[in-house]
T-cell receptor, first 114, second 109 residues
């Protein structure tokens, strides 16, 4: 069974530039999450989708971050414009509905904002 | 303010001995807890969970203990193996999953 796919693995940009991350969840997983993990911290939820609807985006900085999951499968997270404090690993995870305690994570995208 | 706290950033344990990783939480309404394990350059992987109706859950070498009155849980790994060297995250389902900062476990040969 293929795992959660994310790309790119690494991205280096300058502040005020824009960046996008892509995620393809495990087939059949209706719930998709984007987490931000800053160095030395635990993952923090940014947004949760169920199919193509948003379940929770309360911690998403909506002035600069956006995410979509148009067809209920893969998803894109965008930052525009990026700030220095956005440097982090962006993790995508998926789960079955009702299986939210067992998230399957991708390897993440490491973003460095200079 | 951290709702799930892992106060030990790192822990070193001799191979074959017991590893004990600790976690505290602040909200007595939390009723489901998880442990995730993370290797470098990989995403976290689910390890074990416990519901507040239990005080212990065991899966092979891994056992999680929950002390509701102390708002404390711990993960025991017995015996510790080299492949257990990783970062361990404690988490609570609130219903959102809130993770602690993690504890880096080093298993020494």
């Amino acid at each position: 069974e293929a795992g959660v796919a994310q790309s790119p693995r690494y991205k280096i940009i300058e502040k005020r530039q824009s960046v996008a991350f892509w995620c393809n969840p495990i087939s059949g997983h209706a719930t998709l999450y984007w987490y931000q993990q800053i160095l030395g911290q635990g993952p923090k939820l940014l947004i949760q989708f169920q199919n193509n609807g948003v379940v929770d985006d309360s911690q998403l900085p909506k002035d600069r971050f956006s995410a979509e999951r148009l067809k209920g499968v893969d998803s894109t997270l965008k930052i525009q414009p990026a700030k220095l404090e956005d440097s982090a690993v962006y993790l995508c995870a998926s789960s079955l509905i009702g299986g939210e305690e067992k998230l399957f994570f991708g390897s993440g995208t490491q973003l460095s904002v200079l | 303010d951290q709702q799930v706290k892992q106060n030990s950033p790192s822990l070193s344990v001799q191979e074959g001995r017991i590893s004990i990783l600790n976690c505290d939480y602040t909200n007595s309404m939390f009723d489901y807890f998880l442990w995730y394990k993370k290797y470098p350059a990989e995403g976290p992987t689910f390890l074990i969970s416990i519901s507040s109706i239990k005080d212990k859950n065991e899966d092979g070498r891994f056992t999680v203990f929950l002390n509701k009155s102390a708002k404390h849980l711990s993960l025991h790994i017995v015996p510790s193996q080299p492949g257990d060297s990783a970062v361990y995250f404690c988490a609570a389902i609130t219903p959102e999953i809130i993770f602690g900062k993690g504890t880096r476990l080093h298993i020494l040969p």
